[in-house]
């Protein structure tokens, strides 16, 4: 099959890279490897981790119009009261983690239905279930790649003048032969105040396989005992600070302070003093928002440093070893399940929480876990152009300057292409780091972390940016991830329009203005304002 360009990977940053070259007028393939669309959001089931102005400003035009359409979708199809529809700040599940949690299957609702005229026109092919196995290249570009359908079992290879690379893990660049960094730089090779002495591609953040419950008193949804339970309820992480305990307890490292801290969980009351309730956390429907009998109960999502998996990668190792991992992370997060309901303190004096019911049916599954495990940190263009920690990182950019961290701004880029904000949030990882969590600055995209500096027609549209380990704890998040795949689609149909390369759109400085100007248009914000 041929298009006029092929995009690999149906996360936010393929589905938003596919929208933007729809727009226009390309001819567009977009594959993905699960039956869903939305990555993160949907078969990873997690609500969009956000900064704090989302509400007005610091995204683009059409990331606004995914979360109103959410919201839309909640006011239209669910029997919200009044009061809570009426609300333009709608939270269907009130997590306090995110302005919007919502269930996954809204999400793919409302992705599936800003593609479905696209479909129907014919303009975009959508490959479910579709993994890239091979590519072929010509000197330094990609002339193909061929993908395994899983459910078909045949293979299929796509052509067309540009590939964008959306996948989790970066999957096209090994297969492209793609320049790329794996885990952890040194501190020397950026200056960054926050990365290890020495350089390990091992040093990946933890992955997590979330899932959802919710809470039906009196009822009893015990699962069976996993199979790894005796070996994670005995586990404690070596970590570097020490972690307090057990993993499967309520008490972890504090991200900020690595001090322990205790939390609480309770389905059955909001306020639990000051311990933070982690049954909020990221709530994705709070039961006194709809109707009577809308609900059993809430329903939380649980994605927790207690089912974060530190045993392994994903990245780096053989598609068997990381099956297996996927395995563990499973009976990982099955055997937390089973703790919360069996074992986890309660406040009135007893133990566990029998009416936790496990709901694979909002996530697709039948095991009852999410379809795809919640990625951190992929493989990485060797860029253009590469965000280090001094650019960002509050702390590392004051000591640059010689200012106060007050005083700071991120660095600004003249080939900007959109904005972001989020902590520079790295969640232990599997050679024993800690959390890394410090605040970052808003931050500017720069183009030339899209473009990889040798082959000229893959562009990264994911995770998979030029970020190190470091900044990619703060470029990692939805509508980041979002604005870097429509800047990708755009930037291939102006390529194309002008009959450019698309690494002479970042080197000529007439067409980056035009190219910027474009996306203005569209609705991409360049620049935040003075003061956000």
Known sequence: MRADVVIVGGGLGGCAAALAALRAGLRVILTEETD??????TSQAVPPDEHRWIESHGCTRTYRG???????????????????ASRPDLNPGDGFVSRLCHEPRVALAVLESMLAPHLASGRLTLLLEHSPVAAETNS??????????RRAGHSITLEAPHFLDATELGDLLPLARVEHQVGAESRDEHNELHAPEKANPANQQAFTVCFAVDHIAGEDHRIPQPEEYGFWRAFVPRLRPAWPGPLLSLTYSHPQ???????AFDPTHEDTGERV???????LARQSQFAPNAYPGDISLINWPQNDYLLGNLVGVHKNEAARHIRRAKQLSLSFLYWLQTEAPRPDGKTGWPGLRLRGDLLGTDDGLAKAPYIRESRRIRAAFTVTEEHCGRQARAQLLGLKESEVKARSYEDSIGVG????DLHPSTTGDNYIDVPS???EIPLGALLTRRVGNLIAACKNIGVTHITNGCYRLHPVEWNIGEAAGALVAFAQQRRVAVHAVRENRTLLREFQD???????ELRWPTNP
């Open 36 to 41: 869903w669309i939305g990555g993160q959001l």
């Open 66 to 84: 995914l979360r109103n359409g959410i919201r839309d979708y909640y006011r239209r199809h669910y029997p919200l009261i009044p009061s809570v």
């Open 140 to 149: 330094d570009d990609v002339r193909s790649v061929t993908c395994l359908s």
């Open 257 to 263: 302070t690595l001090q322990p801290r205790s939390i």
């Open 277 to 283: 309730n982690m049954w909020r956390y990221r709530r």
């Open 421 to 424: 904000h989020y902590n520079i």
């Open 441 to 443: 600055l808003p931050f």
């Open 518 to 524: 474009r996306l203005v248009s569209e609705g991409v």
